[in-house]
C-alpha cells in the first residue's frame, strides 16, 4: 500500500533542521509511523532526507489523501 498526503502546515521549520522540509500545498508518498520513544504518529515523507533531528513530521502538518493498494 501507498499512502498520499498534502502538506498543510509548512510552518515553524526548527532552525537547527538539516534536510528536506515539505511545501505547502505539495502533495507527497508518506509513511504513517508510530515513534518508538513517546507511541505517537508521525509522518514520514518517502524520499526525503533530513540528518537533524529526525526526518519525521507531526501528522498536523498533513492532510491524508490516498491510499493505493498495489497487488
Known amino acids: 500500500m501507498q499512502q498520499y498526503a498534502r502538506c498543510v502546515d509548512a510552518s515553524s521549520r526548527p ?16 509513511e ?9 504518529p ?3 515523507v518517502l524520499g526525503f532526507y533530513a540528518e537533524r533531528p529526525y526526518g519525521a513530521f507531526a501528522t498536523r502538518r ?5 491510499e493505493v493498494w498495489l497487488n
Open 42 to 44: 508521525q509522518v514520514h
Open 15 to 30: 532552525t537547527d533542521h538539516i534536510g528536506d522540509w515539505p511545501a505547502l500545498g505539495q502533495v507527497y508518498p508518506v
Open 62 to 66: 498533513f492532510e491524508p489523501l490516498a
Open 32 to 40: 504513517y509511523r508510530t515513534n518508538a520513544r513517546t507511541g505517537q
